[in-house]
């Protein structure tokens, strides 16, 4: 198992939530540093027919007495546990770790319940950093960073997995928690969104390519957020001195994830997809060094009207960083022209511009940094103190 960025949970006694999404580790991390915790699986069929029943049995499931950790995996499958959660702790001063790959039901039925008692958390696909010696930036790009791609040397196998993860949530998430009735229609949906990758996202667009109504297109993004598999970013507005575009940018998760869904064909261009995944890539590891690190950055992007764009916006109490990806070798002054705009109106700015290339340099107080070592440093990119 990979030595796991995250740390922070663990440095207290306080219950938490691990929220994130299928296959990034949450079980494995928490077995592997507390094996002597109490763990109920509630994707064990007995467990869970047990406590959907009489979710007051949790109690008679803890040894009395019992000082440690108490892991309930995938506690989104009964929410109403949350209430004995809250009893336990409050009552019996136990502590609990509760992990969830959705946030769809608890939102609904009683997280709130928990508000102030646990903190929560964020388990992100595997960082460059966590990867260390087994980092390839082809790989990245082509498999992304889901742990179990890292289990098999088999090219093969390894496709077969990600072809088959998003029919895991199709079939377990989509069906099971009747998020919507038409399981074929929302197949088609990740289709073409996954055309939006990296893109403004352009909800009447995808309704006409799917058929599909433009409410129903709504609800299909939310479904992924709700899942943890995808995530839109705003336009960064704050103190704003051009006109500005309003809608979202949208990502889904994992690169490798993305690049199964993506279709393949003769009319599919490779270098979209490739240049998609490239911002993607960076996006995801941006996503859990700020996470992991506590940097309490809001990421955001940054668009004109006249299509003058910066991929990314950072923005907290650490400062404001900008940052463009570009897949491309080597670099073309236009490439730069977001970041020198950006630069105009906030000054103050950190500007990173990374790329496919091999030179680092300085151009124009714009920092131009490989992304296959951008990423081997980016807890010092980002930390700006």
Do not use: C
């Not at 667009?205 to 970013?233: G, H, M, P």
């Not at 020198?340 to 107080?365: H, M």
């Amino acid at each position: 198992m990979y030595n796991r960025l995250l740390e922070r949970p663990l440095k207290g006694n306080q219950s938490f939530f691990l929220f994130g999404p299928r296959g990034t580790g949450k079980t494995s991390w928490s077995r592997e540093k507390i094996p002597q915790a109490l763990y109920i699986d509630l994707l064990e069929t007995e467990s869970f027919v047990d406590l959907l029943a009489h979710p007051e049995r949790l109690e008679q499931m803890i040894p009395p007495g019992f000082k440690d950790w108490i892991i309930i995996d995938e506690v989104q499958k009964i929410p109403q546990l949350l209430n004995e959660v809250h009893r336990l702790i409050e009552g019996k001063n136990y502590k609990f770790i509760l992990t969830g790959s959705s946030a769809r039901s608890l939102k609904k039925k009683g997280v709130n319940l928990l508000a102030g008692r646990a903190l929560s958390f964020k388990m992100f696909p595997l960082t460059a950093i966590e990867l260390r010696e087994d980092f390839n930036l082809k790989n990245s790009l082509q498999f992304g960073h889901l742990p179990f791609v890292y289990s098999r040397n088999n090219e093969q196998a390894i496709r077969d997995y990600l072809e088959a993860y998003t029919q895991t949530y199709l079939r377990e998430e989509v069906m099971q928690e009747g998020l919507t009735r038409n399981v074929a229609a929302f197949s088609r949906f990740l289709e073409v969104a996954s055309f939006s990758q990296g893109e403004v996202m352009n909800m009447s667009e995808i309704a006409r390519e799917t058929s599909i109504n433009r409410k129903v297109i709504e609800d299909y993004f939310q479904i992924l957020e709700d899942l943890l598999l995808a995530q839109r970013i705003p336009v960064f507005t704050k103190r704003a001195k051009r006109k500005l575009i309003s809608h979202a940018k949208f990502y889904f998760f994992d690169v490798g994830v993305f690049q199964a869904i993506r279709p393949r064909g003769p009319y599919d261009l490779k270098e979209e997809s490739e240049g998609a995944s490239f911002e993607t890539l960076a996006y995801q590891e941006i996503q859990a060094i700020n996470s992991y690190f506590n940097y309490q950055y809001k990421i955001h992007f940054w668009r004109t009207v006249d299509k003058v764009e910066v991929d990314f916006v950072l923005y907290g109490p650490k400062g404001i960083i900008a940052i463009e990806v570009k897949r491309a070798e080597t670099i073309d002054t236009k490439d730069l022209r977001g970041l020198r705009l950006f630069g105009e109106d906030y000054p103050e700015a950190k500007r990173l511009f990374l790329y496919g290339g091999k030179k680092k340099e300085y151009i124009e107080n714009i920092q131009v940094i490989p992304l296959s070592e951008a990423l081997q440093t980016l807890p010092e990119l980002l930390n700006t103190f």
